[in-house]
């Protein structure tokens, strides 16, 4: 089951009801268009934490509807960081968060309540809006640890120390998903649940012997553990023979090359894979909100692709691939206006 600490979430449902009760949720469709209404529609975009990729394209995106809807069609996203996927189908869950970014992965497992999101059973009122950037598997470890360079090497941890992200956060979600593909335990490992930047500290004063960081490439805190000790550490190749393992249930995983010298003393191409991540909303958002939404978005790539390079993948012919839950009719009226074809599965 989905836990959050009490305290943690009891604030953050407290914060949550404020913002969505200061203004008024209404359909503002008139003959195709919008009214220029008084009212304004205002929604939480549910990321994830502060030191990956979610958050800052959470806020991009947020700002893009402040600067473009917000003036003429009242309609503003707020973006909060979070736990990451699983807290964000809970917020979501109990409409206190409208939209969200999720792991590929998450959507499969809200699609059809299974894995970490079995006890909330499956998620019929959620939606896909458009695919983001591929989140590309950064497991991390210290070089000393490392015989074959690939995930099998995560088998050298038993009783090391190991950040495996937030406690029911998608990095963790994912992260164990993944490892239990292959076989390997992390409750061998002594675990940390720590968030991204509080990992790249502790790799690098020695407090932990790996990480694993599923981001957009470059992931900051990737940037700034490899700033300083990049010289000690490895990020785990995958090989093919794995890929066909983590995928045997879920094919939702891909190919995926970290050119050399990305971060600071990688030397060589990191041979890893990567799974999509996606918008995703609740299907009683108003279809004409999420139409303006996905036109707004794909008018403006530039705008994100300068706030995180992970954007700049983007574009309308990849707009639909990999998304595990059907489109919310707003996006799906774009898409089509587009020529973009939708899939049935996708309906």
Known sequence: MIKTSKRVYL????????????????????????????????????????????????????TLTKVKLQPSYNISLSAISSAGSGENIKLMNDNEAQFAILQGLYGAWAKKGEGQLKNLGSQNKLRSITMLWQNVEHFIIDEKLSKTGSLDDLKQLNGKKFSIGKRNSGTEGSGRYIMSQLGINPNTFTLAYMGYGPSADALQNGSINGMNTPAGVPVSAVTRAFAKSGDDLRI???????????????????????????????????????????????????????????????????????????????????????????????????????????????Q
């Open 11 to 62: 604030k953050r449902r407290a914060f949550l009801k404020r913002v969505i009760s200061s203004t008024a949720v209404v359909l503002l469709a008139l003959n195709g268009g919008f009214a220029h209404a008084e009212q304004e529609q205002s929604y939480i975009l549910a990321t994830a934490s502060t030191g990956g990729t979610f958050y800052p394209v959470g806020v991009a995106l947020a």
């Open 236 to 346: 785990l190749d995958v090989t093919d023979k794995q890929l066909k393992k983590i995928n045997s249930q879920y094919k939702l995983w891909s190919r995926y090359e970290i050119p050399a010298n990305t971060y600071h003393g990688q030397s060589k191409p990191v041979k890893t894979i990567s799974q999509p991540n996606f918008l995703a909303v609740r299907d009683d958002v108003p279809e004409q909100t999420v139409y303006m939404l996905t036109k707004t978005i794909y008018e403006n790539l530039s705008f994100l692709n300068g706030i995180h390079k992970a954007t700049t993948v983007m574009a309308l012919n990849k707009a639909i691939e990999g998304l595990p839950l059907p489109l919310h009719p707003g996006a799906a009226k774009y898409f089509k206006e587009k020529g973009v074809s939708i899939p049935s599965y996708l």
